[in-house]
């Protein structure tokens, strides 16, 4: 399995992260590291943690999986974790010194899932701030618009406004008082948009600020399984406030402290 990328990150992709708010890396993870994860994939599916939710709404015939904090709970995530190339990715396309991790996650659209994933941005769901802090999706299985590529609002990141986090799960109210994500549907005609096809072992990285969404899965065979790290760099500090994502568990340190702790531990520095 290798630890780090199989080429450089060009300044071209560092660029376009920059710009667009998201950057898609073909073929970053070899062959090993996607067999790694979709074993521990069905095995966490099967006899999944508290953390698990089933996320497709009921009628629904498909199944909409996640699960989060795994590298905590299993040995074979936090080797992924800790020994993939997924930190070295992130610090590099943010310009980051070091890299912490926030927490990992499955997302998993099995054939027929109508589902969507509702437009949102990652960063007003957790509990720091900061704005080197990215999402590195990788895809476990091909990946197309049919079977739920995310499409993402292109420049969103830099809008410059904190949308509140919209819950993925009727039984959840975050409460956050900030406006809600525009009707993103209603703007097709004035926002660009970005979506990609992926073999498995390609990811994107995509900014804490990047509107995003996903459809349903609609093939009838092809399952969408993805790992997916939350990474943090050199700004980021603690920030938390009522009402939005638990945690695995809270962290021992201050508000506004960096965030190297158990819970978020430093994974990668830059040489």
């Not at 998201?22 to 070899?30: A, E, P, Q, T």
């Not at 996607?34 to 953390?51: F, I, N, W, Y």
């Amino acid at each position: 399995m290798n630890r780090h990328p199989p080429r450089a990150v060009t300044q071209a992709e560092i660029e376009t992260y920059a710009r667009d708010g998201v950057v898609h890396l073909k073929g970053m993870f070899d062959a090993e590291w996607v067999e790694h994860l979709r074993a521990q994939a069905e095995r966490d599916m099967s006899t999944p943690g508290k953390m698990k939710h089933e996320l497709a709404e009921s009628g629904d015939p498909g199944r909409f999986f996640t699960d989060t904090f795994l590298w905590p709970r299993y040995p074979e995530f936090k080797t992924y974790v800790t020994e993939s190339p997924a930190a070295e990715l992130a610090g590099t396309v943010m310009g980051a010194s070091k890299i912490n991790i926030v927490f990992d996650q499955l997302l998993i659209k099995e054939p027929k899932t109508r589902q969507p994933t509702v437009w949102h941005h990652d960063l007003t769901y957790w509990p720091i701030k900061g704005a080197q802090v990215c999402t590195l999706w990788l895809a476990l299985d091909p990946v197309t618009k049919e079977t739920g590529s995310v499409e993402f609002v292109k420049g969103s990141h830099l809008w410059g406004q904190r949308y509140a986090p919209i819950a993925f799960r009727p039984d959840l109210d975050y409460g956050e008082d900030l406006p809600p994500v525009p009707d993103i549907e209603a703007m097709r005609d004035e926002l660009e948009f970005l979506q990609f096809e992926f073999e498995p072992g390609d990811c994107t990285l995509h900014h804490g600020m990047m509107v995003h969404g996903a459809p349903g899965n609609t093939s009838g065979t092809q399952r969408r399984r993805a790992h997916v790290t939350r990474w943090a760099g050199d700004d980021v500090v603690y920030d938390p406030r009522p009402g939005i994502q638990p945690m695995l568990w809270d962290p021992p340190i201050e508000l506004g402290a960096p965030l190297d702790c158990d819970l978020w531990p430093e994974i990668w520095r830059r040489a």
